[in-house]
């Protein structure tokens, strides 16, 4: 059984910056293209960041790109999501989730997803 587990969330002032590892367990790690996602209160849960295998590519939503980046490291099975410059409208829950094939902003094509870390960005 495929599991994911986020953390590195946490409180946060606006400008600041946080880590968010997803180690990934019970897969083929290498095999699988990597996705963040995050979920507002209120709000749908919207793409921020994907990657596919080896790394060779790598897509971001466009209210996060030039402060967040997206990195994988096959060797330790996890997955990463720096943040930099971080803003209030950036708070919500972010999960991770792996699929087989092709790497997509389409979160309803992920196979697996982690239970998710809170990020809040406030002063």
């Known amino acids: 059984q495929v599991q994911l587990v986020e953390s590195g969330g946490g409180l946060v002032q606006p400008g600041g910056s946080l880590r968010l590892p997803c180690v990934v367990s019970?897969?083929?790690?290498?095999?699988?293209?990597m996705g963040w996602f995050r979920q507002a209160p209120g709000e749908e849960r919207e793409f921020v960041a994907s990657?596919?295998?080896?790394?060779?590519?790598?897509y971001y939503a466009d209210s996060v790109r030039g402060r967040f980046t997206i990195s994988r490291d096959d060797t330790k099975n996890t997955l990463y999501l720096q943040m930099f410059s971080l803003k209030p409208e950036d708070t919500a829950v972010y999960y991770c989730?792996?699929?087989?094939?092709?790497?997509?902003?389409?979160?309803?094509?992920?196979?697996?997803w982690g239970q998710g870390t809170q990020v809040t960005v406030s002063s």
């Open positions: 989730a792996a699929k087989s094939g092709a790497t997509t902003a389409n979160r309803g094509a992920y196979e697996y």
């Open positions: 019970g897969g083929s790690f290498g095999s699988y293209a």
């Open positions: 990657i596919s295998t080896h790394g060779s590519y790598r």
